[in-house]
């Protein structure tokens, strides 16, 4: 596992300031930020997206399936004094108890899920008339779409495209590793929740979604605090071919809403 993923305080730093400069001004291009009063983040981690969402006065709920991670949020926000409020759950069953939002974020976690179209479905009920959806989700094929930076094998973290091996393959490289039973089967479930741009884009369709835009990076918007790259909006030539856009696309974003 790389050191940021273990470093949770560096990871909620890395999240808020991605966000503020690259997640808001894609956003406003569709809705202007400052016309929004709620948000809601599902699969919000230690609440770093919300962040600069709440900095500008917007009520910010973030809810997570794991405790670890919702404490986390709630002794980030205290400390800087900021409002947030953070639910550990599982999103499936909250139904209307959170309320309903101008704009629900989904940062990385669609690839996590195995029934996406229950999840968009179940979407529906927190948004406001006329409430958006942003997701973002690495598309599968790409070199490290399977995930296995996660990997506590130095080695295996760092290697491209082995998620798309055979699974049989796959699961000997990471014994081989001597990877933990626990990593070995999250980077199995996420192999099993794959999601590639056209999934997503008939997933949309098939859940009654009107795609308000989106965009296909050839290095994520991420990698610049990480790596220190600049960020590279996929060209258009490859954004328009079908399967080889997955394997050059970094990071997905789309905005979607209910028609």
Known sequence: MQERHLNR???????????????????????????????????????????????????????????????????????LGIKGTFIATDIFKTDNVLGTFDMVIVHDVIEHIYDKKNLLLHIKN???????????????????????????????????FIHLLPNFIYKGL??????PESVMDELLDIKRCRISIGMFKKLAATTNFEILDERFYFINPHYEIKFGLKPRILPKFFSKIPYVRNFYTTACFFIIRPV
């Open 126 to 160: 927190f948004l406001k008339p006329g409430g958006v959806v942003f997701f973002g989700f690495p598309a599968w094929q790409m070199p490290f779409g399977g995930h296995q930076q996660l990997s506590r094998n130095k080695y295996i973290s760092h290697m491209p």
């Open 9 to 79: 305080k560096q990871y909620f730093e890395e999240q808020a300031a991605t966000c503020e400069k690259y997640y808001i001004p894609y956003i406003e291009n569709i809705v202007p930020v400052s016309g929004l009063s709620s948000i809601l983040e599902i699969g919000c981690a230690d609440g770093g997206n919300l962040l600069p969402f709440a900095k500008r006065g917007i009520d910010v709920i973030g809810v997570d399936i794991m405790d670890g991670f919702i404490e986390l949020a709630k002794e980030n926000y205290k400390e």
């Open 174 to 179: 990471m014994k081989a590793g001597k990877e």
